[in-house]
């Protein structure tokens, strides 16, 4: 309650004072380490750490709170795991991603072959790999690593309070959003200023955490303010005008409730009853507010129309166009591939636009080649292999839900997809708690 009260009061500072944010996240990153250092990373507080920063990369990156470099809360992330590697070491098995990490590797050579003698080499390979690279790291970190239910549960909420940080500044940011609509199209006034898609990624990823949340944590103060966050937060990623991550939040929604209804008991599953039709009857009122407060244009845009009602040819707004670039690229390079960083470059020769890729699979498959087929073949099976074996994860399909669908939406620009990967190959134990020896006379 008081860490929810503290960042709430985070983002009306924020607000008032954009450097807030700046000062806080250097204070957390601190903190953190200090902690992780003190410890040793006994409890795993490098996840803690990395989850936080995952949660605060947009918030910060929408209030300039990371400004010396775009890409920083993937390093962050980085540096957290391979300083719980030299505490943890890794896991026999996780060759894989080993092998994944060399195969990244052969597209930055022929990336410096291929790209414009102008263009910024190093910058275009920081950008592009940070990604993929990322991903790597936290897999070797998380692969086979054991902890308790409720650690990872902490790892969620450190996750979530930097998001309802960000939802209190959204709400004060734009606090009427008739006054900034302007269409169908994706909105950034709505947004905080900022690239919609990537605020609504993580305010998706937010009601997914909080919806487990409501299924788990027996406490009905704690549940009463989870169902208002989840309203709150809903609403404003509606009104993003941008429907991948909220589209995503509720496919990882219902594979979570699928996979809980099935393991639960028949005296949980009709205790649950109740609070699935809460959750439903509030994703309905939040909704309708939220169809009120666009003039109807929030149905039109989840409806592929434009403000006049009339239905789009292309519902992926755009993006098929460029995965067939990308495809076309690997296809006259299926071997090699263009280089990182190069799709650009070839799209701009193509088409004569320069777009950004919003598509990870297509976009290593162009720029790696067969490596990287090898590479993402690596990323896919594994976790679904290990997961046969292993069932003790209930968040595993909806994490590895999340990355995917991520990843084909929004491709890899924010580290939320990476570490929720890593997450999804960490395993639960049971913590008998141990029970008190009473010494008699």
């Not at 788990?216 to 549940?223: L, P």
């Not at 909220?246 to 496919?251: C, Q, R």
């Not at 470059?345 to 990287?372: C, M, P």
């Not at 997809?417 to 639960?428: H, M």
Request: proline residues 3%; aromatic residues 14%.
């Amino acid at each position: 309650m008081q860490l929810i009260a503290l960042h709430g009061a985070l983002g009306f500072a924020t607000y008032l004072f954009e450097i807030t944010s700046r000062l806080f996240f250097f204070v957390a990153l601190c903190y953190f380490l200090y902690r992780i250092l003190k410890n040793k990373n006994k409890n795993e507080e490098v996840l803690v750490a990395a989850g936080y920063v995952v949660g605060f990369e947009v918030f910060s990156r929408m209030t300039g709170g990371i400004s010396f470099s775009y890409e920083f809360a993937k390093y962050a992330v980085m540096g957290f795991m391979v300083l719980g590697l030299f505490f943890k070491g890794f896991k026999r098995n996780s060759l894989p991603y080993f092998m994944y990490l060399v195969f990244l590797i052969p597209g930055i050579l022929f990336s410096a072959i291929n790209l414009n003698y102008d263009s910024p080499f190093f910058n275009l390979i920081g950008f592009n790999l940070s990604g993929p690279i990322c991903i790597g790291i936290c897999a070797l970190y998380c692969n086979g690593r054991k902890i308790p239910f409720q650690r990872l549960q902490n790892i969620t909420l450190a996750i979530l309070l930097p998001i309802i940080s960000m939802t209190v500044y959204l709400y004060f940011y734009t606090p009427n959003i008739r006054d900034v609509l302007s269409g169908t199209q994706s909105n950034f006034e709505a947004s905080g200023g900022f690239g919609p898609n990537q605020v609504a990624t993580i305010l998706g990823l937010g009601l997914f955490i909080l919806f487990t949340r409501l299924l788990i944590v027996k406490n009905k103060t704690i549940n009463i303010l989870d169902f208002a966050l989840l309203a709150l937060i809903g609403y404003r990623g509606i009104v993003t005008f941008s429907r991948g991550g909220i589209i995503t939040g509720v496919g990882c929604i219902i594979i979570f409730l699928i996979i809980y209804f099935i393991r639960s008991k028949a005296q949980q599953k009709a205790n649950l009853i109740p609070k699935i039709v809460t959750i439903v009857a509030i994703f309905a009122a939040t909704w309708i507010v939220s169809s009120i407060s666009t003039l109807g244009l929030i149905d039109k845009r989840y409806s592929n129309q434009d403000a006049a009602g009339r239905v789009k040819e292309d519902i992926t707004t755009g993006r098929s166009e460029l995965i067939l670039a990308e495809l076309n690229a690997f296809f006259e390079n299926p071997v090699t591939g263009i280089g990182v960083g190069k799709i650009k470059e070839y799209r701009e020769a193509q088409t004569g636009k320069i777009v950004a890729t919003h598509n990870e699979v297509t976009r290593i498959l162009s720029e790696h080649g067969i490596f990287g087929m090898g590479a993402l073949a690596i990323l896919f099976f594994t976790p679904l292999i290990i997961r046969i074996k292993d069932r003790s994860n209930l968040f595993a399909l909806s994490f590895f839900a999340f990355w995917f669908l991520t990843i084909n939406h929004s491709s890899m620009r924010i580290a939320a997809p990476a570490f929720i990967y890593g997450l999804c190959l960490i395993s639960i134990i049971n913590v008998k708690k141990k029970k008190a020896i009473i010494h008699r006379k």
